[in-house]
């Protein structure tokens, strides 16, 4: 099995800066995709920024100029430094992996439990 751990959510003011991490554990052997969603009330879940193993990222356009991913392959652990954070981030940041586990080919799809961020004006 393989299980996500976030950390760094919080609570941080209008302009402010927030990073978080997600680390994957468990019998990795590789990892082809990682991601964070985001759920605000009353609204789908929705990609916020993905990498994949090539390195190429993705951006939600509300986020771009904003929010930068990377990705620690050592660690599998996967970033998401938020700067100049608005009111309108506020949501439950999901982190999402899709990961070939040692001893398999094909690929599955692991959730994070979420992590909340709360941005005040």
Do not use: H
């Amino acid at each position: 099995q393989v299980e996500l751990v976030e950390s760094g959510g919080g609570l941080v003011q209008a302009g402010g800066s927030l990073r978080l991490s997600c680390a994957a554990y468990g019998s990795i052997s590789r990892i082809n995709f990682m991601g964070w969603f985001r759920q605000i009330p009353g609204k789908p879940l929705t990609l916020v920024a993905s990498i994949d193993n090539d390195g190429i990222t993705n951006y939600d356009d509300s986020v771009k100029g904003r929010f930068t991913i990377s990705i620690d392959n050592a660690k599998n652990t996967v970033y998401l430094q938020m700067d100049r954070l608005k009111p309108e981030d506020t949501a439950v940041y999901y982190c999402d992996a899709r990961v070939i586990r040692t001893g398999y080919i094909y690929e599955n799809k692991y959730w994070g439990p979420g992590t909340q961020v709360t941005v005040s004006s």
